[in-house]
Structures are given as C-alpha cells and as structure tokens.
C-alpha cells in the first residue's frame, strides 16, 4: 500500500479506511490479531483485513457491514487525525493546479501542519519528485515525519523542524513551487525566493484574514515576484431531486373547439414532474484567501 501506488490487496502494516458512510470513515493501520471496533461490530484484522481486496465489503462481528477503501489523499484528507486546522479538497484542487504541479516537480512546503496539504502534492509530483516541508512544532514535525513513512512516500518528502521564516527551507535554487501556510507568510517570501530555482517558480501563500494578503502582496511585489493575484474558492453543492410543478390552466388552444359547459382539466393533468438543481439554503463560507505570485526569470 502506498499513497502514490495502488495495491490490489490488503497486507499487514497497511493504512485503510474503513467506509461505513459518506459522512463518517476513518484510518486504521493493519496488524494481524488485532481487532478494530464500529457501531457495527468487531472487524478482526487477521480475517477480514488481510488478504482481502481493496474495496471489499466486510461483516463486523454484529451483522452490519463496511467497506475497507485504498487510502488516497482526498479520503485522507477527510478522514485524518487533526492536529491543526486543514485544507480541503476545494482549495487544495485550486492550489495544486495553479502550482503547476507534475511529476518531478520539486515542492517547498511550510507549515505541515496535519498533512492532509502534503499527500495531495506528493501524489501530484510522484515518483521522481520531492517534497521539503517544514514544521515550527517539534511533536508536529516528528508525527508528520512517521505517518509519511507509514504511507510508503517517506522517500519522497524531507521533513524538517525549524522555523521557516528565521532558517528558510534549508535549500536553495532547486523548487519549482513554494506553498506558505504560516502566520506571517510575508517574512517567509525572501526565503521562499531563494528556494524557487533561478530559471523561476510559482509560489502561493494561504491566509484567512486580508490583512495577512495585504502585507504578503507588498513583500511578494518588494522581492519582484510579478502575476501576483489574490483569490478565494467557494464550493456550492447544489441538491438534483425530483419536484412536480402545477401547469396553469390557460384554457383550450382553439376556443372554437371548447364545447358548452366543459370541464375544466382534472388538478392532477394539470401537473409536471422534473428533475432539477435545488440551491442549498446555506454553505460553507470564507475559508482563506490564496494569493499566487510567479518569481521570472534571474
């Protein structure tokens, strides 16, 4: 098993997410005897987990059933052990794409924070790529270090305990992107110029407040990054049912051929049934802004 590679079958010490819902998975790692509990029952390792196809659907020791799913980044994201406040898919399709991520894409990345960021670039830079993420907090960094191990990138991603905005990236001229996630994103865009290779490089920083993207666009435009624009991505789910619609009764086409006294058209010929997109009453709102910048040619 491994973020980047898919496997067809479930081995001892593999991550899997166990699926009892759109709205309710979670991780766990494989060990034989051992025993995971739901609201469903007991799934024994040893004799539901291992050998068993990816996708499997497995009975819990109650009767109810779940399915066991290869982890990828987006279950990832959804299903991981929170450490800090995350991105989701949303932005992080939107980070991603205006990185220009690709395989063999070098990345600078600060802070890890719970990694759900880190898994999404990894796979888009797999399997020539790397990664260089950079964690303030010591129990953080190590954490991080050990689930990328667990998840078979570990050699695609350095991970390193500092602080980004005082010792940089601890490289100089080799990434294609940097990505900054940090409180004061504008004392870390000098290092994040010296990272960016000399032939140039994106760079994106997010923020939640516009204070944050006004200092950081100052510092970004001062160390003669240019393209620099500011944007925030908001997700409208909008609801696909079934709704019948009453039809107005405008009377015969051709009045010559209403007879006397004729009857109205019964309530229920006077209807429609369609499919339509319904607009949910309330979404998700600001989550941060994403300020991008593209540093030119030395």
Same mark, same amino acid.
């Given at each position: ?10 081995? @001892?010490? #593999?991550?899997?997410?166990? /699926?009892? !819902? %759109?709205?309710? *998975? ?18 024994? %390792? ?8 990816? !996708? ?23 299903? &991981? ?15 991603? *794409? *205006? ?9 600078? @990345?600060? !802070?890890?924070?719970? !990694? ?5 670039? $990894? ?7 790397? &990664?260089?993420?950079?964690?303030? %907090? ?9 689930? /990328?191990?667990? %998840?078979?990138?570990?050699? +695609? ?17 080799? =990434? ?42 100052? =510092? +970004?435009?001062?160390?003669? /990054? ?5 944007? @925030?991505?908001? $997700?409208?789910?909008? #609801?696909?049912?079934?709704?019948? &619609?009453?039809? =107005? ?33 309330? *979404? ?7 300020? /991008? =910048?593209?540093?030119? &040619?030395?």
């Amino acid at each position: 098993m491994s973020f980047v590679e898919y496997s067809e079958c479930i081995q @001892e010490g #593999d991550v899997v997410i166990i /699926f009892l !819902g %759109h709205e309710s *998975m979670f991780p766990v790692k494989v060990q034989a005897g051992a025993q995971t509990q739901t609201r469903y029952g007991a799934i024994r %390792h040893s004799v539901d987990l291992i050998g068993r196809r990816y !996708g499997s659907k497995v009975t819990c020791s109650k009767g109810g059933w779940v399915y066991v799913l290869h982890p990828t980044p987006e279950l990832w994201t959804v299903s &991981l052990p929170h450490r800090t406040q995350i991105l989701y898919a949303t932005d992080i399709a939107m980070i991603t *794409m *205006m990185l220009e991520l690709k395989p063999g894409s070098v990345v600078c @990345e600060s !802070g890890t924070g719970s !990694g759900s960021l880190s898994h999404s670039m $990894l796979r888009c830079i797999a399997p020539t790529g790397h &990664l260089y993420t950079v964690e303030f %907090h010591q129990q953080r960094a190590d954490k991080a270090a050990e689930e /990328f191990r667990e %998840h078979k990138v570990g050699h +695609l991603v350095t991970v390193l305990n500092q602080d980004v905005c005082k010792d940089g990236f601890g490289v100089s001229a080799v =990434a294609d992107a940097v990505f900054l996630d940090i409180p004061s994103p504008w004392e870390a865009v000098v290092h994040a110029r010296t990272a960016i290779k000399k032939q140039g490089g994106r760079v994106c920083s997010f923020s939640p407040c516009i204070e944050q993207v006004q200092r950081t666009c100052a =510092a +970004l435009a001062e160390h003669g /990054f240019q393209e620099i624009c500011t944007l @925030e991505v908001l $997700l409208r789910l909008y #609801d696909v049912r079934s709704v019948t &619609l009453p039809l =107005a009764d405008l009377g015969p086409d051709d009045p010559a051929q209403a007879g006397p006294g004729e009857a109205p058209p019964s309530a229920a010929s006077a209807a429609v049934t369609c499919r339509t997109a319904i607009a949910p009453r309330e *979404m998700a709102g600001h989550t941060g802004y994403l300020t /991008f =910048a593209t540093k030119s &040619l030395a």
